[in-house]
């Protein structure tokens, strides 16, 4: 088996593919498509976006110091790529892709109702990096689809048809391998 050596890339795939909802001071909003996206911190709970300065979305941003985080399932994936693609500068991107918002409890942002999962965001830092600036922001509210509540009230996460994004393709969720710790389980 050989190897290639290769000059400095990011090749860190998979990434969950995200759409972000924005809005500024006059209450224009916008969907942005963010496959930068990470969990920096559990206490407090953080999460950064990275984004190019000439994007849409990018003021809306700074202006309003929030943002929501909306996970793409199966059902949101072309929606997802679209909102990616398009500018929010040409088209109101809730309504081309059919897309209900949804009024979040601690951001002005709204959420897409149609996400199974809605993250709200306060922005904390401003890190500008090269191509992208990275926002790290506190998660202040998380609003879930009651659907995936099982009778115990456990929400189920992994039965939402989650998306992610590797190498410029989309693909849903595959096969469960194990839970975390089952390499040290002990077997009986």
Not at 29 to 56: F, Q
Not at 101 to 119: D, F, Q
């Amino acid at each position: 088996m050989g190897k290639q050596n290769w000059k400095g890339g990011n090749m860190l795939n998979p990434v969950p593919a995200v759409m972000v909802s924005v809005a500024d001071a006059a209450g224009k909003d916008n969907i942005i498509t963010i496959a930068w996206a990470g969990t920096v911190c559990t206490n407090p709970p953080m999460v950064s976006i990275s984004v190019r300065p000439e994007r849409y979305s990018y003021h809306m941003l700074e202006e309003s110091g929030e943002f929501v985080i909306n996970l793409t399932n199966d059902k949101l994936v072309k929606a997802c790529d679209y909102c990616g693609v398009t500018s929010g500068k040409d088209v109101d991107k809730f309504d081309a892709m059919h897309l209900t918002r949804l009024t979040m409890p601690h951001v002005k942002a709204p959420g897409i109702a149609e996400s199974p999962v809605n993250m709200e965001c306060r922005i904390v830092e401003k890190k500008p990096l090269g191509s992208h600036t990275m926002f790290l922001a506190e998660v202040v509210g998380v609003t879930v689809e009651d659907s995936y509540m099982d009778e115990n009230g456990k929400f189920h996460l992994n039965d939402t048809g989650l998306v992610m994004y590797s190498h410029g393709q989309y693909y849903s969720l595959g096969q469960l391998l194990g839970s975390f710790g089952y390499s040290v389980k002990k077997m009986h």
